[in-house]
């Protein structure tokens, strides 16, 4: 959730998720690591606590934003996906008896403007990368901030545990159509 590359990506590509939202399923996914637990001096802020269990790259080296704050973001986003995504079926899905496709067009306008919203280099907490800002971004773009809390308290463990195991090829792995892409990461 902290990386530049995937948050311009995700910027550039979501008004044509938006064209899409019919057809197309999406799924965040984030990168998640553990470590092991013998010797918590060594994570710096890596992980979210010293057990070394769920951990993430460290975005601006020696800069505020930790490993911790990044899980943080991670699992706000999951949860903004969660809370406001809407199922939508078309006449080909019912008739072919699928379900349809869950859009979450509130956690597209939170992403599309984090990057420039909540930027990793500023010194004031309440305008970068963290809590502050995003609780900030997701009032002005309408996001049920109670509810999207009351999901980061109840899911925080379970959603980083399946981020941890389901782990990707790379931090900026994307599948369309179950199909591993490798290309550029352009939308």
């Known amino acids: 959730s902290a990386s530049q590359v995937s948050l311009k990506f995700l910027k550039e590509f979501s008004?044509?998720?938006?064209?899409?939202?019919?057809?197309?399923?999406?799924?965040?996914?984030?990168a998640v690591f553990g470590m092991?637990?013998?010797?918590?001096q060594?994570?710096?802020?890596?992980?979210?606590?010293d057990s070394g269990q769920f951990c993430a790259e460290d975005p601006d080296g020696a800069g505020p934003i930790k490993g911790k704050?990044?899980?943080?973001?991670?699992?706000?986003?999951l949860c903004i996906h969660m809370v406001h995504k809407v199922l939508r079926?078309?006449?080909?899905?019912?008739?072919?008896?699928k379900p349809g496709v869950e859009y979450a067009a509130k956690y597209w306008d939170y992403v599309e403007q984090l990057?420039?919203?909540c930027p990793l280099g500023l010194a004031n907490p309440q305008d970068r990368f963290g809590t502050e800002c995003s609780t900030r971004l997701m009032n002005k773009v309408g996001?049920?901030?109670?509810?999207v809390a009351a999901c980061v308290r109840v899911n925080t463990t379970s959603y980083l545990k399946a981020e941890r195991e389901h782990q990707a090829w790379s931090p900026r792995a994307l599948r369309i159509n179950g199909w591993r892409y490798s290309g550029i990461l352009d939308a």
């Open 15 to 30: 008004p044509k998720r938006r064209v899409l939202n019919e057809v197309m399923i999406f799924q965040p996914h984030y």
């Open 36 to 40: 092991d637990g013998s010797n918590p």
């Open 42 to 49: 060594i994570y710096n802020g890596l992980c979210s606590d």
């Open 69 to 77: 704050d990044v899980l943080d973001e991670d699992v706000r986003q």
């Open 89 to 97: 079926s078309t006449e080909a899905s019912t008739k072919a008896g």
């Open 115 to 117: 990057l420039d919203s």
């Open 143 to 147: 996001i049920d901030v109670p509810r």
